[in-house]
C-alpha cells in the first residue's frame, strides 16, 4: 500500500477545538488498495467522551438559537462541504 506520509492528517473538532487523535486512520479506496483517499485522527474512547461531554453541554445553547441562526450554520456548513467536493 502506497501511503503519503506527508498528507495532512485531518483532526478532530472537540470543544472549538482541532486535536490530534490517539492514532491516526487511513481512509483507503477500495477500488483501488494503494490509493490512500485521506488520512484521519482516530480517537480513543476519553476523546470520545471529551466530545460527547462537549456537545451536551452546547447543546442548550443551540436549541435555544433562532431557526435563522440555525439555518446560516447549517448552509455555512453545506456549502463548505460542496467547496471541498469541487476542489
Given at each position: 500500500m502506497t501511503t503519503a506520509l506527508s498528507a495532512?492528517?485531518?483532526k478532530n473538532y472537540v470543544a472549538?477545538?482541532?486535536?490530534?487523535?490517539?492514532?491516526?486512520?487511513?481512509?483507503?479506496n477500495p477500488s483501488d488498495t494503494n490509493d490512500v483517499?485521506?488520512?484521519?485522527?482516530?480517537g480513543d474512547?476519553?476523546?470520545a467522551d471529551a466530545a460527547?461531554?462537549?456537545?451536551?453541554e452546547a447543546f442548550p445553547a443551540w436549541s435555544h438559537s433562532t431557526i435563522q441562526l440555525?439555518?446560516?450554520?447549517?448552509?455555512c456548513v453545506g456549502d463548505e462541504?460542496?467547496?471541498r467536493k469541487a476542489a
Open positions: 495532512e492528517i485531518h472549538g477545538a482541532w486535536v490530534e487523535g490517539a492514532k491516526i486512520a487511513d481512509d483507503i483517499v485521506g488520512r484521519f485522527a482516530h474512547a476519553v476523546q460527547v461531554k462537549a456537545a451536551k440555525r439555518h446560516d450554520v447549517l448552509k462541504l460542496l467547496a
